[in-house]
């Protein structure tokens, strides 16, 4: 089980770099000077010239890559001496390390990777992503739940009661869902219930996670507001998992095991759920895997549609900014996430399934 860990864990830093990579060049070849929109177009030749040598972009593109790589990397290596040096460790940069192995004029350190600086707010882009990033995973985590639990139980008797009125509703329902496109979903939901229906329904278009008491000035959780945009990111991964649950119960209890399982005279209940239900569950688990980490990329339409100030939000602004660090530091953490997620749902497959070989 440990070499099966320890193999995953170094697919997903490789899979980690050739993401960093891309997104690395794909953002350097766009037109745009970095420094103009520190500065403004009115800055002088020198102020622009300085800001360059601070970000690093008067190296060549080989060695901001590095640099950039550096600024990453957990471990990184640093100039303790030369304060004009890009490696220099500053301490308003990368903050105070965990670890620091000096030897000469250079140090080996243990620190939290360093995603830079927006080029319009001057905040540090790890501090915005984790000013937006609880909300989207709250969004997120609450969507996929929903998901889960109620596609595995609409899945279960549409397969036991295959090819009738329920079934064939609920494949209806499954088709439906898996057409809708998320915009268009988080529209109409919206106009549906946060406007005609919202005398009856309470619920606002443009809700806050967050409310303020106005006597007492209290912060307290809304969940209220939590309820259409979580159930507008969840409609397709609904219909998948359903759909999923359904196909993979009916080739499951079509098995020689399960037919002996009941010829032993176990009841229903049992041999569908602690049989055939387990068994049935390993490409509904992986299915959820991927639309999880989808729904952490995927939520941008939804959360600009519900005003959610999640990482969606962020990402929409930077474009609209042509804000590339926070972009760029969106992206790699949305492709941590992913990669974790996707590490540990092979382990929990590995454990469900032993025909899986750990070793």
């Known amino acids: 089980m440990t070499k ?11 899979v980690l770099w050739g993401v960093t990579t891309v997104v690395f ?25 300085a800001i360059k040598k601070d970000l690093g972009l008067d190296k060549a593109v080989l060695v901001q890559y590095l640099n950039f790589l550096n600024d990453l990397s957990p471990i990184s290596l640093h100039n303790v001496q030369d304060k004009e040096s890009y490696w220099f460790l500053n301490p308003e940069k990368y903050g105070s390390p965990a670890l620091q192995l000096n030897f000469g004029n250079r140090a080996l350190v243990l620190k939290k990777p360093y995603l830079r600086r927006s080029y319009q707010s001057k905040r540090a882009v790890s501090a915005i992503i984790s000013e937006a990033f609880p909300k989207t995973l709250l969004l997120a985590t609450t969507s996929i739940f ?7 139980l ?33 529209i109409l939901i919206a106009w549906l219930f946060a406007f005609v229906l919202a005398d009856y329904t309470g619920l606002q278009m443009f809700g806050s996670l967050y409310s303020v008491d106005d006597y007492t000035g209290e912060v307290y959780l809304n969940l209220k507001n939590l309820i259409l945009p979580a159930i507008t990111l969840g409609i397709r991964p609904l219909a998948i998992v359903m759909s999923l649950t359904r196909s993979s119960l009916l080739d499951v209890l079509s098995q020689d095991y399960i037919r002996t399982a009941y010829a032993k005279g176990l009841s229903k209940f049992r041999v569908v759920v602690m049989h055939g ?40 602004d930077s474009l609209e900014k042509y804000d590339l660090p926070v972009i760029m530091g969106a992206v790699l953490f949305i492709s ?6 996707n590490i540990f749902m092979d382990i929990i ?11």
Request: proline share 5%; charged share 15%; glycine share 8%.
């Open 349 to 359: 497959y590995a454990l469900l399934d032993p025909r899986v070989r750990l070793g």
């Open 154 to 186: 609409l899945g279960i008797p549409a397969a036991l009661y295959k090819d009738s009125p329920l079934d064939k509703f609920l494949l209806v329902f499954s088709s439906l869902g898996m057409s809708i496109p998320s915009f268009f979903a988080a």
């Open 25 to 49: 060049f794909l953002f350097n070849i766009l037109p745009g000077d970095p420094a103009r929109m520190l500065l403004g177009q009115r800055a002088d030749v020198s102020s622009v010239e």
């Open 146 to 152: 929903l998901a889960m639990v109620l596609g595995i």
């Open 277 to 316: 239900l387990r068994n049935a569950l390993n490409p509904v688990l992986t299915a959820i895997t991927g639309w999880f980490a989808s729904l952490m990329a995927g939520a941008v339409f939804v959360e600009y549609v519900f005003d959610w100030k999640g990482i969606g939000i962020v990402i929409v």
């Open 336 to 341: 941590v996430i992913l990669i974790l997620v």
């Open 4 to 14: 099966y860990i320890i193999r995953r864990l170094l697919y997903g830093i490789l």
